[in-house]
């Protein structure tokens, strides 16, 4: 009997592929666990070297070949390796992330079974940069043993749970499946942890058992914060959490949305447009409630038009020379 389904996803990950299986197989388990690996149609060498692995782990590697990209920034690819897991429990997992712990499997069934009203377990991570323009970094500074939705809702995005590190109980996420507003967000992780803590608390970990790989052709850097397409996605995405939650987090999730107003003011859309960037900074103002001062520059750089900007610089100037000849 299958206990655990690893299941990955993968796009272009020929680099990655080689290291990421032979962290995943190198796993010391008293239970038998399967490697799910759904590639979306990658163009490079991924396909030829998954099928190397599976001839020769044929009892421990499955592959779901998709003829054509399912879209969405992987997230449909990864719905689909869920929906054919056998496992007990699901561990996702990227295609350029690898384990670091021979223990990883073991250590969070081992805290799933011992606590049947946790929704999912999660442990630490380290993030790394593949073209050294970060330094390395935990992915989670919180060290609470347990998360709520309380944690995971803040005026920031709050992302501390690597994908990598996550395994939660399959039979509860086909019971339960996410909102079919999730499936409108290119994020996959921030609406679905939600989703599993409302459901119990995701236990935590305290060990760095992974490694969250940053690559210019991984999901992450698909998120382009000053492309309007993926702020307006934000929006929504926050807009909907909050309605799901019947706007309990009204106050702290409209500060949120309001941070990505301001990153529109700023887009290669709209950099240059009055009229939306004017719309955009009186919505940003009504929902961030700013200080005094930041709302003066906000109306200044953006709401007043070019032409008041000019008559406003012309009456500063002018009082200026007034008050410098007295």
Same mark, same amino acid.
């Given at each position: ?33 399967? /490697? ?17 692995? !599976? ?9 779901? &070949? !998709? ?16 929906? =054919?897991?056998?496992? @007990? ?71 501390? /749970? ?39 608390? /995701? ?17 992450? *850097?698909?998120? =382009? ?6 702020? *307006? ?35 290669? @859309? ?26 003066? @520059?906000? /109306? ?14 012309? &009456? ?11």
């Amino acid at each position: 009997m299958i206990k655990v389904s690893v299941c990955v996803v993968t796009y272009n990950h020929e680099k990655f592929v080689p290291k990421m299986l032979d962290s995943l197989l190198m796993q010391e388990t008293t239970f038998e666990y399967e /490697i799910v690996v759904g590639d979306d149609c990658s163009r490079d060498n991924t396909v030829a070297i998954l099928k190397d692995y !599976q001839s020769r782990y044929p009892d421990k590697i499955r592959l779901l &070949l !998709q003829s054509k990209n399912l879209g969405l920034n992987g997230k449909y690819n990864a719905l689909n390796t869920f929906a =054919n897991a056998k496992g @007990e429990y699901i561990a996702q997992f990227d295609g350029d992330d690898y384990l670091t712990s021979p223990h990883k499997l073991q250590k969070q069934v081992e805290m799933l079974d011992a606590n049947p009203h946790y929704s999912a377990s999660y442990h630490n991570a380290m993030a790394i940069y593949d073209d050294n323009s970060a330094p390395s970094h935990l992915v989670n500074t919180l060290t609470k043993p347990e998360v709520t939705v309380d944690d995971l809702i803040g005026e920031d995005e709050l992302c501390f /749970i690597a994908t990598s590190s996550l395994m939660f109980r399959r039979e509860d996420f086909a019971k339960n499946p996410d909102p079919e507003w999730t499936n409108l967000s290119t994020s996959g992780d921030i609406p679905r942890n939600i989703m599993l803590a409302s459901r119990g608390p /995701i236990g935590y970990i305290d060990e760095v058992m992974s490694v969250y790989r940053k690559n210019r052709g991984g999901a992450s *850097f698909a998120d =382009n914060h000053y492309g309007a397409d993926f702020l *307006f996605n934000r929006i929504q995405m926050y807009s909907n959490i909050n309605k799901e939650f019947n706007y309990k987090y009204d106050a702290v999730l409209q500060k949120n949305i309001a941070t990505y107003y301001y990153k529109l003011l700023f887009s290669k @859309e709209y950099g240059d447009s009055y009229w939306p960037r004017a719309r955009y900074a009186l919505k940003y103002i009504s929902l961030a409630q700013p200080s005094q001062q930041k709302k003066r @520059e906000i /109306i200044r750089d953006f709401v007043l038009p070019p032409f008041a900007m000019k008559i406003y610089s012309f &009456l500063a100037l002018s009082l200026y020379n007034l008050k410098t000849k007295s």
